[in-house]
């Protein structure tokens, strides 16, 4: 059924209409995020109630702060998730990558600059060798990446030699993850991230009345951003006030690594939702051999996703020995599945052809509240990991019952 079958061609459709048919991708199964921003909500509900620390300020910004990592991992992963591979080694990519950047720069003494472009370099080579043996030679990517995976490690131990850590030394790094905007940063992010969408958004709907395609009404897109300006409005004033608990020590703002992932966030939002290179990736995703019919390159598609992976990753690794200080030989290599786990949980098809960037920020911060929830009320570390499991299962099962309920395979070609 069309979403827009009630929806006169070159025509503005309703509100009605677009509720009916966010109706029925619900009945086919397309439920999208929508599992993760209940149980978000749920979680929040639940540690607030348990916890008079959970919704304080202080712990608003920790909790950004600490999802911050993973949200990018997560999102490094749509792109190879979304065409039904995985890249198990995300993770060790990243750590290897920020060890060579500390000891060309602490040890060696090379400028902080160009240290940082090797290990982005060296993100490109990773994932070059990945995409060309998965998409040329054939070799499943599961295998591929966890070969990678293993080997990676060994790789940090020869950089970081026998002591197997070295100390972040760079003032510009360590800020993104340990400084906060100034008052107006905050607002000012906030008032960016409103005219970007609502322009996206009115550029969108003008294209498709333009080509006589159906279009949603404009009283949605501005629902859509007055409900981010009330969401967005609430943070940045609650994350302005003071919440340090040294006098003498002031500590309020935005932190700074915010406007980084939601950049970030939006440039990977706006290259998969509207560009060539997008409609492609999905394309290839849903049917490969369609895709391969209808002229597109999916061997190139592939490698490409896989480079993007890696260079998000790579992000992801700045962000953690931002945070840390220091990089060791055991960067990056558990938080690999969690990123997987984030993707699944907000809604990212395991099986190819589903998945948004806001989608894993979504699925990363659920598993950041149930860390971050449970350390608060003083778990053991075990009871998250088991109730991150288990999320990840039920999320997991929704997907496979979806895709069957769609009709669509649940074994990929």
């Not at 990558?97 to 490109?124: E, H, Q």
């Amino acid at each position: 059924m069309s979403d827009n079958i009630t929806i006169k061609t070159g025509q503005e459709g309703t509100a009605a209409d677009q509720f009916r048919a966010y109706g029925s991708r619900l009945k086919n199964g397309e439920m999208g995020a929508l599992p993760a921003v209940g149980a978000l909500v749920l979680l929040i509900v639940l540690f607030s109630s348990l916890s008079p620390f959970f919704l304080t300020n202080i712990n608003i910004a920790n909790l950004f702060t600490q999802a911050a990592t993973l949200t990018m991992l997560a999102a490094a992963l749509v792109f190879v998730l979304m065409l039904g591979e995985i890249d198990l080694s995300a993770g060790v990519t990243a750590g290897t990558g920020m060890a060579l950047f500390v000891k060309f720069n602490s040890v060696d003494g090379w400028p902080w600059p160009i240290s940082f472009a090797m290990a982005f370099a060296l993100a490109f080579v990773i994932g070059s060798f990945l995409g060309f043996f998965v998409a040329k030679v054939g070799v499943p990517s599961f295998v591929m990446s966890l070969a990678v995976y293993l080997a990676l490690p060994g790789v940090m131990l020869l950089i970081l030699g026998d002591g197997g850590l070295l100390r972040l030394e760079v003032p510009e790094i360590k800020a993104i993850m340990n400084t906060n905007l100034p008052d107006w940063g905050g607002w000012l992010t906030l008032i960016v991230s409103l005219i970007l969408t609502f322009a996206i958004g009115f550029w969108d709907r003008t294209r498709r009345l333009k080509a006589k395609l159906p279009a949603r009404p404009l009283s949605l897109l501005l629902l859509k951003v007055g409900s981010i300006a009330v969401i967005g409005s609430i943070g940045v004033y609650f994350l302005n006030m003071q919440r340090s608990l040294v006098a003498t020590n002031p500590i309020q703002g935005v932190p700074t690594v915010i406007p980084i992932v939601l950049f970030i966030l939006f440039v990977g939002t706006f290259v998969l939702d509207r560009t060539k290179f997008g409609r492609h990736m999905y394309a290839v995703g849903g049917n490969p051999e369609a895709a391969r019919r209808a002229g597109i390159k999916v061997d190139k598609i592939r490698i490409s996703a896989f480079i993007i992976c890696s260079f998000l990753a790579m992000i992801s690794g700045v962000f953690n020995v931002s945070r840390i200080g220091n990089v060791e030989s055991s960067a990056g290599r558990a938080i690999v599945l969690s990123g997987v786990a984030a993707a699944v949980v907000g809604g990212v098809s395991l099986f190819g052809g589903r998945g948004r960037l806001a989608h894993a920020a979504i699925g990363a911060m659920v598993i950041a509240v149930i860390d971050n929830g449970l350390g608060l009320l003083g778990m053991p570390a075990g009871i998250a990991f088991i109730i991150t499991g288990t999320v990840l299962l039920i999320a997991a099962t929704a997907d496979a019952l979806a895709r069957k309920r769609s009709g669509g395979p649940l074994i990929r070609t």
